[in-house]
């Protein structure tokens, strides 16, 4: 049953939509002021509050604009009698869901209270969601390498500033990356990926640009590039040593102008993304040699964060795989299998050179295989 609040000062208006609302089945609460509202939305999770806008105390605009600074989820449909133009637009700006008039339409009412109700469900499934993702994007670890890690990610979250990552396969330098993005001031925009390794030479400045119809053979239609797909986001340039020469001097000159043209194309579209690159080379080594742009590289590197191997954090590896048995059981929807101590002593003593994608793959395939509790014979045969 939907959880709705009536707040109106007004107490005709408060029964009349009650005797409604109660009788197309809702759970309804009655406020008569915007201040009890306000502490009632605070301590109670509804999907819809119905909110007149003209009140003594506080009226519901600024209702609406605390709720929404409290990151409430609940939905705000606003009633006035003063229907005009400005106040439906103030509220749309502050997020209000939907503006009626006093007296309101029944019919119309109700479709508004039953499409609020559906957009709160989403908004929360999002808001679950993400926290699932949180967790799984989480560097599990307590070892000084990975708190060095952790700590500069906190620190380099909140800025602008532009973040190379470097470390061996496999190390979690993509986890790196979305952290750095869900802790910052870009969380709610899109965090746009792109392999350099993955994408041939020929066709990696249309996708990292786009390209016009007709830029050459097989552009049938334009196509936005990742720049424009991050547009007030993140790009995540993964594997950026990869990337050829030509295409590191368009990205110099984006990062220099926050401006890009697609291939093809003769206009300048201006964005603004912050850049976050990742590699397992050693970039000085690649400009020394010819593969990469000392400019571009000073670019990138404001701030440099190392990953290290799971070799350097063995401490960290029993934590991980109790992580990684947890995800896996969630995952598979089977019951959470456990190891003996010198199951897990062993797997500290070898030498992961796949790192923490490696540590996985052996622990699903251990989950998979093995019984109840995984034994130092099974991690022997398996690992």
């Not at 602008?160 to 910052?184: D, F, P, W, Y």
């Not at 720049?227 to 020469?245: N, P, W, Y």
């Not at 000392?294 to 990953?307: G, M």
């Not at 994608?357 to 251990?366: Q, S, T």
Request: net charge negative; aromatic share 4%.
């Amino acid at each position: 049953m939907a959880k709705l609040i009536i707040v109106d000062d007004e107490k005709s208006i408060r029964a009349a939509l009650r005797d409604i609302l109660e009788y197309e089945g809702y759970d309804v609460d009655e406020a008569k002021d915007g201040e009890e509202g306000l502490e009632m939305i605070m301590r109670t999770n509804y999907e819809v509050a119905l909110c007149d806008i003209k009140m003594p105390k506080m009226d519901g605009l600024e209702l609406l604009l605390k709720a929404s600074e409290a990151s409430k989820s609940t939905q705000f449909i606003m009633i006035s009698a003063f229907g005009n133009v400005e106040n439906a637009v103030e509220a749309t700006k502050r997020g209000a869901f939907d503006f009626i008039t006093k007296p309101p339409d029944l019919n119309r009412l109700l479709i508004t209270v039953r499409n609020a109700i559906e957009r709160a469900k989403l908004v929360q499934e999002t808001k679950t969601l993400k926290k699932r993702i949180y967790k799984l994007n989480e560097i599990v670890g307590e070892s000084d390498p990975i708190r060095k890690v952790k700590d500069t990610i906190n620190r380099v979250a909140a800025t602008e500033a532009r973040v190379l990552v470097t470390g061996a396969n496999g190390s979690g330098k993509e986890m790196v990356a979305k952290q750095i993005h869900e802790k910052g001031s870009r969380a709610n925009m899109p965090l746009v990926e792109v392999n350099c390794a993955a994408i041939p030479s020929e066709l990696i400045e249309s996708e990292l640009f786009g390209h016009e119809k007709g830029a050459f053979t097989g552009a049938v239609a334009r196509r936005v590039g990742k720049f424009e797909q991050a547009d007030s986001g993140t790009l995540f340039l993964d594997e950026i040593g990869d990337m050829s020469l030509s295409a590191q001097a368009k990205v110099l000159r984006a990062l220099q102008e926050n401006k890009i043209t697609r291939v093809g194309g003769d206009k300048e579209i201006k964005v603004n993304v912050r850049v976050i690159a990742a590699t397992n080379k050693d970039l000085r080594q690649e400009i020394a040699n010819g593969n990469f742009r000392e400019d571009l590289f000073h670019r990138l590197s404001v701030i440099v964060i190392n990953v290290p191997p799971l070799a350097e954090r063995r401490s960290d590896i029993a934590l991980l795989a109790d992580k990684f048995l947890q995800d896996i059981a969630t995952e598979y929807g089977s019951p959470l299998k456990d190891m003996t101590p010198d199951a897990m002593t062993y797997l500290q003593s070898l030498p992961w050179t796949g790192n923490v994608r490696e540590l996985r793959n052996v622990i699903e395939r251990l989950v998979i295989m093995c019984g109840d509790q995984i034994s130092l014979d099974d991690v022997k045969l398996y690992a």
